[in-house]
Structures are given as structure tokens and as C-alpha cells.
């Protein structure tokens, strides 16, 4: 299976700019997504195949990569965006996801 | 709109078997395929099998020989039954909207909670 890893935590204030990483244990191509998941709910579709915006989703979240590196950015980040981010690659199978990296108020 | 509900137990006994209904709405189950992905408590996410438009399966070979999808195209409900339940399978269970290779899953259900535990 494919590992997607991401770093487990990251820590930042509003009005940064915080950078998110993925790394496929393989090439994905472009097929990797990123989700938003606050507690207590569904996961939400934030990117599809690595750099696409969402419908409704706020210009301040993008991301690009391909192959097995990955980038999604917020910026600036706001205090609603406090939540983990789930990377998801889609290019092979079975479809699996990073482990999340969870982002923390400074 | 699209919408996707899950409902089942939220307790099942160990070495039992896990019964959970999607019932979606918003869209048809001949048009757009729908995916089960489980989560355990604190834990990353884990798909575990998708029922296809044309009402084929496929499962992730860590579940395979536990898990069944089905589905009622009349009810627009599908159907995901695990047998052999242990405390590990205690998680989330989400139904999300599949539109197949490629693609991301667009819409989720809001998640149901089971707990293996006697």
C-alpha cells in the first residue's frame, strides 16, 4: 500500500503562513487531495489532485506537488482554521491517507 | 443537495458482527459510486471498501475476508456488514460519495460511531 507521511503537529498563529508536507512512498502522479477535519466531524474536501481549489473554499488554501512530494499552504491562517489535514492519494490502490498533521495556536 | 447519513449500533459485542446503513439523498446510487471509511478514536483514516455504480465491490485486502458491501437502489441505502468484530475495530464509520480513479470522495456522511466492547 501506498504510506502517505506527514509531520504530526504544527503550531501557528494567525496572520502566518504555515506549509503542510506530504510524502508518498511512491509516485501518486497528481492524485493527492487534502482534507480539513475539526473534531467531532466529517472530513472536508479542501484541494483535489494536488494544487485544485475546492468549491467554496477560501483562496487561501492551495497546494501543489507531484509524484511523492506534496505541499498544501494556508495563508494567512486564521483561528478557524485550527483543525488536522489529511493528506489523500487516489492514483493507486488501495486509497489511503497521511496521518494527519494536526495544527495548534502558538 | 447531497447528503449522506449513516445509522447502525454504537456498541457491538466482541467476535460479532457490525451492521451499518448509508442512506443517501441528492443522488443516485446508479450514477455515483460510495466508499466506507472508518477512523479510529485520535486515529487517521482508513478506507475500507467501495460498492460501484454497477454494483460491484472492491475492499481493502487488510478487511476483505471480513467485510461486505451491498446495497438497496430503491431505498438509496448501502450496506456495510463486518463480521469477527474485535476492540480494534472500535472507530467512526463515515459513507462518502465516490466518483471513482482519480477522484477525491466529495461528500461524507457525518460519521457513526461504534464501540466493540462487552
Known amino acids: 500500500d501506498t504510506v502517505l507521511t506527514q509531520s504530526p503537529a504544527l503550531a501557528v498563529s494567525p496572520g502566518e503562513r504555515v506549509t503542510i508536507s506530504c510524502r508518498a512512498s511512491?509516485?501518486?502522479?497528481?492524485?493527492m487531495h487534502w482534507y480539513q477535519q475539526k473534531p467531532g466531524q466529517q472530513p472536508k474536501l479542501l484541494i483535489y489532485k494536488a494544487s485544485n481549489l475546492a468549491s467554496g473554499v477560501p483562496a487561501r488554501f492551495s497546494g501543489s506537488g507531484s509524484g511523492t512530494d506534496f505541499t498544501f499552504t494556508i495563508d494567512p491562517v486564521e483561528a478557524d482554521d485550527i483543525a488536522t489535514y489529511y493528506c489523500h492519494q487516489s492514483w493507486n490502490s488501495p486509497r489511503t491517507f497521511g496521518g494527519g498533521t494536526k495544527l495548534e495556536l502558538k | 443537495q447531497v447528503q449522506l447519513k449513516e445509522s447502525g449500533p454504537g456498541l457491538v459485542q466482541p467476535s460479532q458482527t457490525l451492521s451499518l446503513t448509508c442512506t443517501v439523498s441528492g443522488f443516485s446510487l446508479t450514477s455515483y459510486h460510495v466508499s466506507w471509511v472508518r477512523q479510529p478514536p485520535g486515529k487517521g483514516l482508513e478506507w475500507m471498501g467501495v460498492?460501484?455504480?454497477?454494483?460491484?465491490?472492491a475492499y481493502n485486502s487488510l478487511l476483505k475476508s471480513r467485510l461486505s458491501i451491498s446495497r438497496d437502489i430503491s431505498k438509496s441505502q448501502v450496506f456495510l456488514k463486518m463480521n469477527s468484530l474485535q476492540t480494534e475495530d472500535t472507530a467512526t464509520y463515515y459513507c462518502?460519495?465516490?466518483?471513482?480513479?482519480?477522484?477525491?470522495?466529495?461528500?461524507w456522511g457525518q460519521g457513526v460511531m461504534v464501540t466493540v466492547s462487552s
Open positions: 460498492i460501484w455504480t454497477g454494483g460491484s465491490t
Open positions: 511512491e509516485s501518486v502522479s497528481t492524485l
Open positions: 462518502a460519495r465516490d466518483r471513482g480513479f482519480g477522484v477525491p470522495f466529495d461528500y
